[in-house]
């Protein structure tokens, strides 16, 4: 949408109250960066009667440093397994992300990236010079790393990514501020219901047999050498892999973590995993395919033996076309956010307020001349992975595989895309790409 003879926020003001939300989304889609730049200008606060925008840095921050006050309790009916991510500054997010932290090693990253690098080639080899890059690569890869590094094994990859599809569609894209017909509605919780009773199903058995692997493993050393003489178990019985590390980890009953925590958590790694590594990757692929002098450059950096200037023009392809552009939050009691300047605002409890991450990476406060592509930006502005308490428990092993999945396709040669990307609503769903075999 164009601006006419005024501004959007005019049209928005012009608008019945009952239809401006539709209007926002609409005008959001349609021109985020140049609706942003506006509200950052005239009303970086944007107070709807459904939820509450906010698009400067500054206030951004403000927000996602306070989880107690700006809380993740939109999860909570999407989660009901109790996991992390639907916690906010409380002991079980404190504690649980911090064993997960620890399991996954970030000395494991250069085995990461490599393991990637395989994976992704090896796709690319089979494909035979055409590939749907969202089904068949994007998300393939990291369905691969869920079964092969975190140790969700035994199922179809295709299994995992449905089941990481649902969730991710109803938990970030079936909210009371979204636009969602109620029979949609309701396909994306009913979907997302039979995803989940399924995984639960899987993830019990899964962490059954692991626990009997694991017990087998730990016998007293007589038993265990007697074990070893009977079976002569191959040295890779019991891979090194996330599930397992937690299996094989012991804690005393008060730190809380069992059987039931684990399954839990791997249910976690499986979801937070495939459609936001995917949605990126994918979408970081189009941006430089678009951009003939983007692609040159980053073309050459994907052949340097350092991926490090590779991946950072990865990182500031997304400040323009991030998986999402905003995080939300809804208040648990009163707070003036931006208090002391002419934007405060007081936003009362039970609010629904976005986080316009977008926004703020487009605010000159954190960004200098951020309407430029600039490769190599300060790395700690940039909300990829999220921002605080509830910053991405995986982001060091999205760094790697995200830019990794990118740059094993670029390396084919005269890549060429068949159109744009897909969606199917906030979600890609194809894009064909084409390169000489």
């Not at 404190?94 to 990461?112: A, F």
């Not at 035994?154 to 449905?162: P, Q, S, T, V």
């Not at 009371?176 to 997302?192: G, L, M, Y």
């Not at 740059?407 to 744009?420: K, T, V």
């Amino acid at each position: 949408m164009t601006p006419a003879t005024y501004s959007y926020l005019q049209q928005i003001d012009n608008e019945p109250e009952t239809t401006r939300l539709a209007l926002v989304r609409r005008i959001m889609a349609e021109d985020t960066l140049g609706f942003f730049s506006e509200l950052r200008a005239k009303r970086p606060i944007l107070v709807l009667a459904e939820c509450t925008l906010v698009a400067l840095y500054d206030d951004v921050i403000e927000m996602l440093n306070m989880p107690n006050v700006f809380t993740a309790a939109l999860y909570i009916p999407k989660m009901g397994n109790g996991y992390l991510m639907m916690h906010d500054d409380d002991a079980l997010h404190y504690r649980e992300k911090s064993i997960m932290q620890g399991l996954l090693n970030r000395d494991d990253l250069p085995k990461v990236r490599k393991m990637v690098a395989g994976i992704a080639a090896s796709i690319l080899k089979d494909a035979g010079g055409k590939i749907d890059a969202v089904a068949g690569y994007c998300r393939l890869v990291p369905a691969t790393i869920v079964r092969d590094y975190f140790g969700l094994i035994g199922m179809d990859r295709k299994d995992l990514m449905e089941w990481s599809h649902w969730a991710q569609v109803d938990t970030f894209y079936n909210q009371p501020f979204d636009i969602v017909t109620p029979e949609e509605r309701k396909q994306i919780t009913d979907s997302h219901n039979a995803a989940s009773e399924q995984l639960g199903k899987y993830l019990g058995a899964l962490i059954l047999t692991k626990a009997l692997a694991t017990k087998l493993e730990f016998l007293a050393e007589p038993l265990r050498k007697l074990w070893r003489l009977i079976v002569r178990p191959k040295p890779d019985a019991m891979p090194d892999d996330i599930v397992t590390r937690m299996m094989r980890t012991s804690f005393p009953a008060e730190v809380g973590f069992d059987l039931k925590r684990v399954a839990v958590n791997a249910g976690g790694l499986l979801i937070g995993t495939i459609e936001t590594t995917g949605q990126a990757a994918v979408q970081a692929i189009q941006y430089l395919l678009q951009r003939p002098d983007l692609l040159a450059m980053a073309k050459n950096a994907a052949g340097l033996d350092d991926p490090s200037q590779f991946d950072a023009i990865v990182w500031e392809a997304l400040r323009f076309v991030p998986i999402s552009p905003y995080m939300f939050r809804q208040t648990a009691s009163e707070y003036t956010i931006a208090k002391g300047t002419d934007r405060q605002t007081t936003i009362p409890p039970a609010t629904n307020v976005l986080a316009l991450t977008q926004s703020a990476m487009f605010d000159e406060k954190a960004f200098a001349d951020p309407t430029e592509f600039r490769a190599g930006r300060n790395w700690y502005h940039y909300f990829t992975f999220g921002y605080g308490a509830h910053e991405c428990l995986g982001k060091y092993v999205g760094m790697v595989m995200i830019p990794e999945i990118v740059r094993q396709i670029l390396l084919q040669p005269s890549l060429a895309a068949n159109g744009d990307i897909v969606y199917d609503g906030h979600m890609p769903k194809s894009y064909e790409l084409t390169w000489r075999n």
